[in-house]
């Protein structure tokens, strides 16, 4: 998880809050990527039991210290061990990382982790937004490529999951004057000023 700010832990857990609810009823939510653990300490702080996979040692060693249950693993060598031990998912900038291939192979594993029914929350870049599309995305030269919302649901169902909804998402609200400009922008040229993110939200389906 990537949050470009000094101040990791507020504005995580400013980005993070609104998707805790989510999980509401589960008792065993795996976290891809868990970086510093601050969505894994929202859930717990809401009594939700949650396990976090972190391929960056120092990373994992700093949600240990705060208690947190993190596992220091590869995503896939992880995942190709679990079958129906959780019952929701949060993947939160780990799928622009990687080739479609590469991400469908991710979301089966997940499926077969997952119990039918369970929630899996995908956050990603909004390539839709001219911003992301022509710099903030690129910045990062870990990222292979953007995921729309329709390149996600094709491979969403290819791999076991219904989507149940999607929407743009940015915890950040703009000024009343850059509100103005957006809107002015958007019906000038088209809508490329939406939100930050894109949320893709799906259910694991019945076997």
Not at 89 to 118: D, K, N, T, Y
Not at 172 to 183: D, E, M, Q, T
Request: a positive charge; one cysteine or more; aromatic letters at 10%.
């Amino acid at each position: 998880m990537h949050v470009a700010d000094a101040r990791d832990r507020e504005v995580a857990q400013r980005y993070f809050k609104p998707y805790v609810g989510r999980f509401a009823g589960c008792s065993r939510v795996l976290e891809i990527a868990s970086g510093q653990g601050f969505f894994l300490d929202l859930l717990k702080a809401a009594g939700i039991g949650a396990r976090g996979v972190e391929a960056d040692a120092a990373l994992c060693e700093q949600a240990h210290a705060r208690g947190l249950d993190v596992v220091n693993a590869n995503f896939f060598e992880f995942l190709k061990t679990k079958t129906n031990e959780f019952d929701g998912v949060m993947a939160s900038h780990i799928v622009e990382h990687f080739l479609p291939v590469q991400v469908e192979e991710l979301l089966g594993l997940l499926a077969r982790a997952a119990r039918p029914g369970s929630p899996l929350v995908i956050l990603t870049p909004n390539i839709a937004n001219l911003r992301r599309a022509v710099g903030d995305f690129w910045r990062d030269p870990t990222h292979v490529r953007p995921y729309p919302v329709s390149a996600l649901s094709k491979l969403l169902r290819r791999t076991g999951w219904e989507v149940a909804e999607s929407f743009e998402y940015t915890d950040r609200k703009p000024s009343l004057r850059r509100a103005i400009v957006y809107r002015l922008r958007n019906l000038l040229i088209g809508r490329y000023w939406g939100g930050d993110d894109l949320c893709v939200v799906a259910r694991r389906a019945a076997r």
